[in-house]
T-cell receptor, first 115, second 115 residues
Framework: QKEVEQNSGPLSVPEGAIASLNCTYSDRGSQSFFWYRQYSGKSPELIMF????GDKEDGRFTAQLNKASQYVSLLIRDSQPSDSATYLC???????????????FGKGTHLIIQP | EAGVVQSPRYKIIEKKQPVAFWCNPISGHNTLYWYRQNLGQGPELLIR????????DSQLPKDRFSAERLKGVDSTLKIQPAELGDSAVYLC?????????????FGEGSWLTVV
Protein backbone atom coordinates (compact mmCIF):
# COMPACT_ATOMS: atom_id res chain seq x y z
CA GLN A 1 0.00 0.00 0.00
CA LYS A 2 1.50 3.27 -1.10
CA GLU A 3 1.39 5.97 1.55
CA VAL A 4 2.13 9.67 1.46
CA GLU A 5 2.39 11.40 4.82
CA GLN A 6 1.96 15.08 5.53
CA ASN A 7 1.45 17.04 8.71
CA SER A 8 -2.13 18.26 8.50
CA GLY A 9 -1.35 21.50 10.33
CA PRO A 10 -2.48 24.18 10.46
CA LEU A 11 0.93 25.67 9.80
CA SER A 12 0.92 29.36 10.61
CA VAL A 13 3.59 31.59 9.03
CA PRO A 14 3.92 35.38 9.18
CA GLU A 15 3.63 37.29 5.93
CA GLY A 16 6.97 37.67 4.20
CA ALA A 17 8.54 34.67 5.90
CA ILE A 18 9.46 31.30 4.38
CA ALA A 19 6.85 28.55 4.62
CA SER A 20 8.26 25.03 4.68
CA LEU A 21 5.98 22.09 3.85
CA ASN A 22 7.13 18.51 4.21
CA CYS A 23 6.08 15.15 2.83
CA THR A 24 7.33 11.58 3.14
CA TYR A 25 6.37 8.62 0.96
CA SER A 26 6.56 4.88 1.45
CA ASP A 27 6.93 3.54 -2.11
CA ARG A 28 10.62 3.49 -3.06
CA GLY A 29 9.58 3.00 -6.68
CA SER A 30 8.02 6.46 -6.82
CA GLN A 31 9.60 8.55 -9.54
CA SER A 32 7.49 11.67 -9.95
CA PHE A 33 6.63 14.10 -7.18
CA PHE A 34 4.05 16.84 -7.30
CA TRP A 35 2.81 19.69 -5.18
CA TYR A 36 -0.76 20.87 -5.60
CA ARG A 37 -2.44 23.84 -3.95
CA GLN A 38 -6.10 23.61 -3.03
CA TYR A 39 -8.17 26.56 -1.90
CA SER A 40 -11.27 25.84 0.13
CA GLY A 41 -14.09 24.72 -2.13
CA LYS A 42 -11.83 24.48 -5.17
CA SER A 43 -10.06 21.66 -6.97
CA PRO A 44 -6.30 20.97 -6.72
CA GLU A 45 -4.08 23.21 -8.81
CA LEU A 46 -0.60 22.09 -9.84
CA ILE A 47 2.24 24.21 -8.42
CA MET A 48 5.34 22.20 -9.21
CA PHE A 49 6.68 18.79 -10.06
CA UNK A 50 10.13 17.32 -9.52
CA UNK A 51 11.72 14.13 -10.77
CA UNK A 52 15.39 14.34 -9.74
CA UNK A 53 17.14 14.63 -6.40
CA GLY A 54 17.95 18.17 -5.39
CA ASP A 55 16.18 21.48 -5.68
CA LYS A 56 13.92 22.91 -8.35
CA GLU A 57 12.97 26.56 -8.24
CA ASP A 58 10.02 28.33 -9.85
CA GLY A 59 9.50 31.92 -8.77
CA ARG A 60 8.82 32.00 -5.03
CA PHE A 61 8.50 28.21 -4.88
CA THR A 62 11.27 25.66 -4.41
CA ALA A 63 10.69 21.92 -4.41
CA GLN A 64 13.29 19.69 -2.78
CA LEU A 65 13.60 15.95 -3.29
CA ASN A 66 15.67 13.39 -1.41
CA LYS A 67 14.90 9.92 -2.73
CA ALA A 68 17.25 8.18 -0.30
CA SER A 69 15.28 9.61 2.60
CA GLN A 70 11.97 9.37 0.70
CA TYR A 71 11.33 12.99 1.47
CA VAL A 72 9.88 15.87 -0.53
CA SER A 73 9.48 19.44 0.58
CA LEU A 74 8.08 22.71 -0.73
CA LEU A 75 9.46 26.08 0.30
CA ILE A 76 7.46 29.24 -0.29
CA ARG A 77 9.53 32.40 -0.02
CA ASP A 78 8.07 35.82 0.78
CA SER A 79 4.79 34.23 1.85
CA GLN A 80 1.66 36.15 0.98
CA PRO A 81 -1.85 35.91 2.48
CA SER A 82 -2.98 34.56 -0.92
CA ASP A 83 -0.74 31.53 -0.31
CA SER A 84 -3.09 30.44 2.48
CA ALA A 85 -4.47 27.11 1.28
CA THR A 86 -4.07 23.37 1.67
CA TYR A 87 -0.96 21.97 -0.02
CA LEU A 88 -1.15 18.42 -1.29
CA CYS A 89 1.88 16.27 -1.94
CA UNK A 90 1.46 13.52 -4.55
CA UNK A 91 3.67 10.81 -6.02
CA UNK A 92 3.51 8.23 -8.78
CA UNK A 93 5.51 5.73 -10.79
CA UNK A 94 6.51 6.05 -14.39
CA UNK A 95 6.32 3.21 -16.88
CA UNK A 96 9.28 2.31 -19.02
CA UNK A 97 7.11 2.48 -22.13
CA UNK A 98 5.72 5.87 -21.23
CA UNK A 99 2.85 7.00 -19.05
CA UNK A 100 2.38 6.69 -15.33
CA UNK A 101 0.01 5.29 -12.77
CA UNK A 102 -2.42 7.50 -10.91
CA UNK A 103 -1.19 9.92 -8.27
CA UNK A 104 -1.18 8.91 -4.62
CA PHE A 105 -1.94 11.96 -2.48
CA GLY A 106 -1.23 12.88 1.08
CA LYS A 107 -3.95 14.42 3.21
CA GLY A 108 -2.51 17.88 2.74
CA THR A 109 -1.09 20.56 5.00
CA HIS A 110 -3.28 23.55 5.82
CA LEU A 111 -1.10 26.67 5.54
CA ILE A 112 -2.13 30.00 7.03
CA ILE A 113 -0.17 33.15 6.20
CA GLN A 114 -0.74 35.76 8.88
CA PRO A 115 -0.79 39.40 7.65
CA GLU B 1 -7.26 26.06 -24.11
CA ALA B 2 -10.23 24.72 -22.18
CA GLY B 3 -9.50 22.76 -19.05
CA VAL B 4 -11.17 19.64 -17.75
CA VAL B 5 -14.93 20.19 -17.70
CA GLN B 6 -17.21 18.44 -15.27
CA SER B 7 -20.95 18.45 -14.67
CA PRO B 8 -22.97 18.80 -12.63
CA ARG B 9 -21.03 20.96 -10.20
CA TYR B 10 -23.37 20.21 -7.33
CA LYS B 11 -25.84 17.41 -6.71
CA ILE B 12 -28.02 16.58 -3.72
CA ILE B 13 -29.81 13.24 -3.80
CA GLU B 14 -31.55 10.94 -1.37
CA LYS B 15 -29.86 7.70 -0.43
CA LYS B 16 -30.59 4.76 -2.69
CA GLN B 17 -31.06 7.08 -5.68
CA PRO B 18 -28.74 6.93 -8.70
CA VAL B 19 -26.42 9.72 -9.77
CA ALA B 20 -24.12 10.27 -12.73
CA PHE B 21 -21.20 12.61 -13.32
CA TRP B 22 -19.83 13.61 -16.68
CA CYS B 23 -16.31 14.67 -17.64
CA ASN B 24 -14.74 16.13 -20.75
CA PRO B 25 -10.92 16.03 -20.53
CA ILE B 26 -8.44 18.48 -21.99
CA SER B 27 -8.31 18.06 -25.75
CA GLY B 28 -5.71 15.50 -26.77
CA HIS B 29 -5.30 14.01 -23.30
CA ASN B 30 -5.39 10.24 -23.60
CA THR B 31 -5.36 9.47 -19.89
CA LEU B 32 -8.42 10.20 -17.77
CA TYR B 33 -8.83 9.73 -14.04
CA TRP B 34 -11.70 9.80 -11.60
CA TYR B 35 -10.79 10.68 -8.03
CA ARG B 36 -12.91 10.99 -4.91
CA GLN B 37 -12.04 13.49 -2.21
CA ASN B 38 -13.59 13.37 1.23
CA LEU B 39 -13.51 16.38 3.53
CA GLY B 40 -10.07 16.86 5.05
CA GLN B 41 -8.49 14.14 2.92
CA GLY B 42 -6.44 14.03 -0.23
CA PRO B 43 -7.98 12.78 -3.48
CA GLU B 44 -8.16 9.00 -3.87
CA LEU B 45 -8.01 7.35 -7.27
CA LEU B 46 -11.12 5.46 -8.32
CA ILE B 47 -10.31 4.59 -11.92
CA ARG B 48 -7.81 5.41 -14.63
CA UNK B 49 -8.39 5.17 -18.37
CA UNK B 50 -5.86 4.98 -21.15
CA UNK B 51 -8.00 5.94 -24.15
CA UNK B 52 -11.05 3.67 -23.90
CA UNK B 53 -9.44 1.09 -21.65
CA UNK B 54 -9.85 1.09 -17.88
CA UNK B 55 -6.29 0.14 -16.88
CA UNK B 56 -6.67 0.59 -13.13
CA ASP B 57 -10.04 0.22 -11.43
CA SER B 58 -8.79 -1.57 -8.34
CA GLN B 59 -10.18 1.12 -6.00
CA LEU B 60 -13.58 1.42 -7.66
CA PRO B 61 -16.37 -0.06 -5.48
CA LYS B 62 -17.79 -2.16 -8.25
CA ASP B 63 -20.95 -3.18 -6.44
CA ARG B 64 -22.38 0.30 -6.84
CA PHE B 65 -19.97 2.33 -8.97
CA SER B 66 -19.49 2.09 -12.70
CA ALA B 67 -17.64 4.15 -15.25
CA GLU B 68 -17.26 4.31 -18.97
CA ARG B 69 -15.24 6.23 -21.49
CA LEU B 70 -16.76 5.69 -24.86
CA LYS B 71 -14.66 6.71 -27.88
CA GLY B 72 -11.78 7.55 -25.57
CA VAL B 73 -12.86 11.12 -24.88
CA ASP B 74 -15.74 11.93 -22.48
CA SER B 75 -16.34 9.81 -19.43
CA THR B 76 -19.24 9.12 -17.10
CA LEU B 77 -19.08 7.93 -13.51
CA LYS B 78 -22.26 6.44 -12.07
CA ILE B 79 -23.31 5.50 -8.56
CA GLN B 80 -26.33 3.28 -8.06
CA PRO B 81 -27.65 3.15 -5.42
CA ALA B 82 -26.00 6.02 -3.55
CA GLU B 83 -25.20 5.67 0.15
CA LEU B 84 -24.68 8.37 2.78
CA GLY B 85 -20.95 7.64 2.79
CA ASP B 86 -20.70 8.53 -0.90
CA SER B 87 -20.99 12.23 -0.06
CA ALA B 88 -17.75 13.67 -1.39
CA VAL B 89 -16.24 15.64 -4.24
CA TYR B 90 -15.75 13.62 -7.41
CA LEU B 91 -12.81 14.96 -9.37
CA CYS B 92 -12.08 14.19 -12.96
CA UNK B 93 -8.54 14.73 -14.21
CA UNK B 94 -6.58 14.16 -17.38
CA UNK B 95 -3.03 13.95 -18.65
CA UNK B 96 -1.34 13.57 -22.01
CA UNK B 97 0.12 10.20 -21.14
CA UNK B 98 3.19 8.82 -22.84
CA UNK B 99 6.75 9.74 -21.97
CA UNK B 100 6.17 13.45 -21.47
CA UNK B 101 2.59 13.62 -20.31
CA UNK B 102 2.81 12.80 -16.65
CA UNK B 103 1.29 15.99 -15.26
CA UNK B 104 -2.32 15.60 -14.16
CA UNK B 105 -4.82 18.45 -14.41
CA PHE B 106 -8.05 18.51 -12.45
CA GLY B 107 -11.53 19.71 -13.25
CA GLU B 108 -13.56 21.80 -10.83
CA GLY B 109 -15.17 18.72 -9.32
CA SER B 110 -18.71 17.49 -8.77
CA TRP B 111 -19.89 17.96 -5.20
CA LEU B 112 -22.23 15.18 -4.11
CA THR B 113 -24.37 15.28 -1.00
CA VAL B 114 -26.40 12.17 -0.16
CA VAL B 115 -29.17 12.76 2.38
Amino acid sequence: QKEVEQNSGPLSVPEGAIASLNCTYSDRGSQSFFWYRQYSGKSPELIMFIYSNGDKEDGRFTAQLNKASQYVSLLIRDSQPSDSATYLCAVNRLYSGGGADGLTFGKGTHLIIQP
Amino acid sequence: EAGVVQSPRYKIIEKKQPVAFWCNPISGHNTLYWYRQNLGQGPELLIRYENEEAVDDSQLPKDRFSAERLKGVDSTLKIQPAELGDSAVYLCASSLGGTSGNTIYFGEGSWLTVV
